[in-house]
Every structure is written in structure tokens, then in C-alpha cells.
């Protein structure tokens, strides 16, 4: 176990918790059962910081950071629901959609989609800006799994998992900016990946119906991201190692 | 009191959220208790009419009639409101639009396919020509308010109708707004 962090004050918007020195804003505001959105986030993965669904203002200056990425100090006083920020999260939602292919009405995801749950949870009815309708061909070259670029959103959680929890490293971006996309095995079709083990974190983690098993049909895929934050906790605390330290 | 007027269209879409207003069922009645329905698909009237208090549009801007007909809407409804997927976002029809230029779509479907008779439809005042690409209906015209769904369920269409019966622009927090 670690050594328990020292305690400082923060306040959300207006409120007093402790926040404990190390541990970013995303983490105590979650500890303390004060909610931030988040979608690139996720427990037992290193912190990405990619989406900005989570950012909030810290008062001096009002700048606005990451949750995820920025980590507590004495006396932070935290901003998460004002008019600005709400703002903010639509907007980046509302660029999510216009940037990819999300048709919810023929995803595997429909109805277990962490987007659209964003979508929702952010009051986003419709999109101001012009859908970019990208031409992006789907890799059903996996015996066991589909990959459907048309719904990725990069938030690179398949990447991490991959590479930091199964230690595979099958996945990766290339380019970047509006050319940035996902690939596997050094960009080969998936199905041709030697290194991919088959395990399937990189689907249960997937927030959107981009990554799927074979075969489903629409709103039959449903992911299991909590699942990760148990190997990460187990894995941390050494709780598969040899008692005696004999590994 | 003075009957509401309402009006629903129907331009690129499956019809499946006018189905969804039908499902509806007895409220309908209620319904047509306040309110004239003074043109829909479901009800013969060739002509869209002036003075409509809110128009309810299913259905994406996809070819020239659908362009002709929401800006004739427009400027006759003084509220217009995207009725499901497919106005709201393009949904399902625009799913065309990565595929590029539509005549290539056309010749994919009616020259290339091999049990057609390699014509593409081509009837002057009958068939509308295909828009470039397919658009949500506020790229086209200004919208008042969403009512996403594919389609939107029906307690969904009649709480907005609810609202708009009160003179209120339906809810737009929660799940009123979830698409698919």
C-alpha cells in the first residue's frame, strides 16, 4: 500500500473537500463523489489528457486544464459547472461528431455508447458545425473482432490498455491532426497482427461502437472498461506476486 | 379557442418517425381535439399551407424537392422544428456523403449492379436530381428546436407536441436529446 499522501484544502465550485498532494483533480474530485465528465479517461490507464471533456477552470486567471492531467495543490479552487465550461464540453462533443461517421441509429454501441451518454449528459441536440463525412474503411479482418474507424474518436484508450496492461502494443496512431487515425501492427490489417494476443481489452474499453466482437448487430455491444481498473488495482497492490517474494 | 395549426413533412427519411407519431395511438385523439393537422403525409393535401404554428420535419435535405419543400416550410411555419435522426443530424441518409459524388452512387446501384437494366432513373419533373451531398435540415434553414430519436419514441414526440401546445419549446435536457 502507498504511504497516505499529505491533505490539502480544495474547493469545487465554491465547496471544501480534501484533496491529497499527487493526485490530480479528476481523481479527488471523484474520491470526494463530486462528478466531472470525462471520456479518454480511464482508471488503471496512464492519464492521455486527449479528449478535454474534463477541463475545468482554476480560479487564478481562470485558466482552463484537464482534470485528468493536472494535479491538486493547496487551496485550488476549482471551477466544473459554469456557463463557459459547459459550453466548452458541448463544443468538443459537438467536433466529435462532425469529425467521424457516428450514425447511433445502426451502431452496435446504440444504447451503450459513452459518446452518446457524453452527448446527452452535455445537452447537445444537434450539431453547429459541418460534418466532415470522412471516407474510412472498416478492418473486419480479426477472426474474433471488428474495427470501425467511422466511430473511433481517438481517445487512445485501446493504445494504452494494449500496451500497458496486456503489453502487447498492437495499436497505434499514425499521422496527425484531421489525418490522425488508429492502426494496427504498423498499419497490416488486424487479422494479420502476430503480436495481438486475442484478449480483447482494447474492445472492452472502447467507448464507442468502434471496437466490437464479430457478429454484432445493432446495440448488441457492450463494453466492460471496469474490468481494466481491476487488473490495474490488482496489479499495483502485487496482489498475484509470491508471497514470500519469490516470483 | 383557436385550433393550433400544426404541419409535418416528411423529406429524406424512412417515414419511420411519422410512424412513430402515429404510434402515439389515442392521444391522437386528444390531439385533434386542439390541434389541426394541416398538411402530412399521412393526410391528402397537396399544397403546403400558410400560416402553420409549427411544422414538425422528418427526414434529411437530400435532393431538390427536399430543398424546395423546407425552404417553403420555412417561410410559411413560424416554428419549425427537426423532427428525428435524419433531420436532426443527416443520420442514415447522409450515410452517402463519405461515398463522394452522387452520380458515381447512382451508376454503383442502377448501372453496375447486374439485375438492372443499367438506366439510371431519369424523369424530368418526377425523379428530383440528388443534392451533392446530404444535409441536417438547420444546414439549410433555420430550426427552432430538435426532437432527436430513429425514431424518436412516441412519448418523446408527444411531450414536445405537449409543450408546443402550451406555447413552449419542447424539452431539450436529459433524454429527450438522446439520438439513435
Not at chain 1, 18 to 36: D, F, K, M, Q
Not at chain 1, 142 to 154: A, M
Not at chain 2, 80 to 104: H, K, Y
Amino acid at each position: 500500500m502507498r504511504e497516505r499522501q499529505p491533505a490539502v484544502n480544495v474547493s469545487f465550485d465554491g465547496v471544501e473537500y480534501e484533496g491529497l498532494l499527487g493526485e490530480s483533480v479528476l481523481e479527488c474530485a471523484r474520491r470526494n463523489g463530486v462528478a466531472i465528465p470525462s471520456l479518454c479517461f480511464l482508471e488503471g490507464l496512464t492519464v492521455w489528457g486527449g479528449c478535454r471533456i474534463c477541463v475545468v477552470e482554476v480560479a487564478e486567471g481562470h485558466r482552463l486544464r484537464p482534470a485528468c492531467a493536472t494535479q491538486v495543490a493547496a487551496d485550488m479552487e476549482i471551477k466544473i459547472e459554469t456557463p463557459r465550461l459547459r459550453a466548452y464540453r458541448k463544443s468538443v462533443l459537438e467536433l466529435l461528431f462532425a469529425e467521424g461517421n457516428h450514425v447511433c441509429a445502426v451502431c452496435v454501441s446504440n444504447g451503450n455508447c459513452e459518446l452518446q451518454d457524453m452527448a446527452v449528459h452535455c445537452g447537445m441536440d444537434h450539431v453547429r458545425y459541418d460534418y466532415q463525412s470522412p471516407a474510412r474503411e472498416v478492418d473486419a479482418s480479426h477472426p474474433k473482432y471488428v474495427f470501425d474507424p467511422n466511430r473511433c474518436i481517438l481517445c487512445t484508450r485501446c493504445v494504452r490498455v494494449c500496451d500497458e496492461i496486456e503489453g502487447a502494443h498492437v495499436w497505434d496512431i499514425r499521422h496527425r491532426g484531421q489525418q490522425a487515425e488508429l492502426i494496427t501492427e504498423m498499419n497490416k490489417p488486424w487479422g494479420e497482427s502476430l503480436s495481438c494476443t486475442w484478449c480483447g481489452k482494447c474492445v472492452a474499453v472502447c467507448p464507442t461502437g468502434s471496437l466490437a466482437y464479430q457478429g454484432s448487430a445493432i446495440g448488441e455491444m457492450e463494453h466492460d472498461p471496469v474490468m481494466i481498473k481491476r487488473l490495474a488495482v490488482a496489479r499495483n497492490r502485487g496482489e498475484w506476486l509470491d508471497p514470500k517474494g519469490v516470483s | 379557442m383557436k385550433q393550433a395549426r400544426i404541419a409535418t413533412a416528411w423529406l429524406g427519411g424512412c417515414s419511420g418517425c411519422h410512424m412513430s407519431f402515429l404510434d402515439m395511438d389515442e392521444w391522437l385523439f386528444e390531439l385533434a381535439d386542439v390541434a389541426d393537422i394541416v398538411y402530412s403525409p399521412i393526410a391528402d393535401i397537396k399544397e403546403f399551407p400558410s400560416d402553420v404554428d409549427a411544422t414538425l420535419v422528418e427526414g434529411a435535405v437530400a435532393n431538390e424537392d427536399n430543398l424546395e419543400l423546407a425552404r417553403d416550410i420555412r417561410a410559411k411555419s413560424r416554428l419549425v422544428l427537426s423532427f428525428g435522426d435524419c433531420a436532426v443530424s443527416g443520420n442514415v441518409t447522409a450515410m452517402r456523403n463519405p461515398l463522394g459524388d452522387p452520380l458515381q452512387i447512382l451508376e454503383a446501384v442502377y448501372v453496375d449492379a447486374p439485375d438492372r437494366d443499367g438506366l439510371i432513373p431519369n424523369a424530368a419533373g418526377i425523379v428530383p436530381p440528388l443534392l451533392p451531398k446530404v444535409l441536417p435540415l438547420h444546414k439549410i434553414i433555420r430550426v427552432d428546436a430538435f426532437i432527436p430519436g430513429c425514431p424518436p419514441p412516441a412519448d418523446r414526440i408527444q411531450a414536445a407536441l405537449e409543450a408546443l401546445l402550451e406555447g413552449v419549446l419542447p424539452p431539450n435536457r436529459g433524454e429527450a436529446i438522446r439520438w439513435g
